[in-house]
T-cell receptor, first 111, second 113 residues
Framework: EADIYQTPRYLVIGTGKKITLECSQT?????MYWYQQDPGMELHLIHY???????EKGDLSSESTVSRIRTEHFPLTLESARPSHTSQYLC??????????FGPGTRLTVT | AQTVTQSQPEMSVQEAETVTLSCTYD???????LFWYKQPPSRQMILVIRQEAYKQQNATENRFSVNFQKAAKSFSLKISDSQLGDAAMYFC??????????FGGGTRVLVKP
C-alpha cells in the first residue's frame, strides 16, 4: 500500500547533537516537502524538492539541510540541535491537482 | 504573495449540529486550487475537501461541504451532523501553478457530546 513514513516519531535530544529526520514514500512522487509546525499553529515550509538532486529552501529560514539522492527518500538534517529547533516536523508529497499527502510527523524536543 | 486568513482560532459545536469555518485568501491569479485539511490531535494531517477555482459548483464530501465565493475570495467549510471524531485543527490552503501551498493559521474545532 502506498504511504509516507517518518522516523523517528518522537525524539528528545541534547543541545549540540547532530540529528537526521527520515522521510520516505512508496508512491514515486517527485515533489516532496518539509514543514515545521509548533503545536496548534500554522505550518511553515522549510524545504522542498521537485525531484532527485533538486532541493530548495522554503519560506521559513531554517538551519536544517536536506538531500534528495533517491526519489523515495528526503531526509532532513540538523548539524547542531538547539532548543529553538524544538517543534514538529511534517514531511509531505504532492499528488495530482496539487493535493499534498502528509506523513505522521516527527516531534522533536531539544533539551 | 498569496495569503490565507482563518479568522476563527477556535470553534465549538454540539454533536450532531453544524459548524462553519471561514477562510479568505488574497490572490491575483484566476486559476488555483483551494483545500481544507484536518489535523486530529497527535494524528496525521489529511485532506478533507478540494475546490478548483474554475469550477462554479461547490465541492461536497459526505458531511463536509464548501461555500466558494470567488469574487469575494472566500472559501468556507461546513461540517454537518458533527461527530466527536471531527474534533481537530482545520487548515485552509491555497495553491496556484508555479507557487507552493500556502496555509492559513488554522481553526481548532471542539465537539461537545
Amino acid at each position: 500500500e502506498a504511504d509516507i513514513y517518518q522516523t523517528p516519531r518522537y525524539l528528545v535530544i541534547g543541545t549540540g547533537k547532530k540529528i537526521t529526520l527520515e522521510c520516505s514514500q512508496t508512491m514515486g512522487h517527485d515533489k516532496m516537502y518539509w514543514y515545521q509546525q509548533d503545536p496548534g499553529m500554522e505550518l511553515h515550509l522549510i524545504h522542498y524538492s521537485y525531484g532527485v538532486n533538486s532541493t530548495e529552501k522554503g519560506d521559513l529560514s531554517s538551519e536544517s539541510t536536506v538531500s534528495r539522492i533517491r526519489t523515495e527518500h528526503f531526509p532532513l538534517t540538523l548539524e547542531s540541535a538547539r532548543p529553538s529547533h524544538t517543534s514538529q516536523y511534517l514531511c509531505a508529497t504532492e499528488l495530482a491537482g496539487y493535493e499534498q499527502y502528509f506523513g505522521p510527523g516527527t516531534r522533536l524536543t531539544v533539551t | 504573495a498569496q495569503t490565507v486568513t482563518q479568522s476563527q482560532p477556535e470553534m465549538s459545536v454540539q454533536e450532531a449540529e453544524t459548524v462553519t469555518l471561514s477562510c479568505t485568501y488574497d490572490t491575483s491569479e484566476s486559476d488555483y486550487y483551494l483545500f481544507w485539511y484536518k489535523q486530529p490531535p497527535s494524528r496525521q494531517m489529511i485532506l478533507v475537501i478540494r475546490q478548483e477555482a474554475y469550477k462554479q459548483q461547490n465541492a461536497t464530501e459526505n458531511r463536509f461541504s464548501v461555500n466558494f465565493q470567488k469574487a469575494a475570495k472566500s472559501f468556507s467549510l461546513k461540517i454537518s451532523d458533527s461527530q466527536l471524531g471531527d474534533a481537530a485543527m482545520y487548515f485552509c490552503a491555497y495553491h496556484a501553478a508555479g507557487n507552493k501551498l500556502t496555509f492559513g493559521g488554522g481553526t481548532r474545532v471542539l465537539v461537545k457530546p
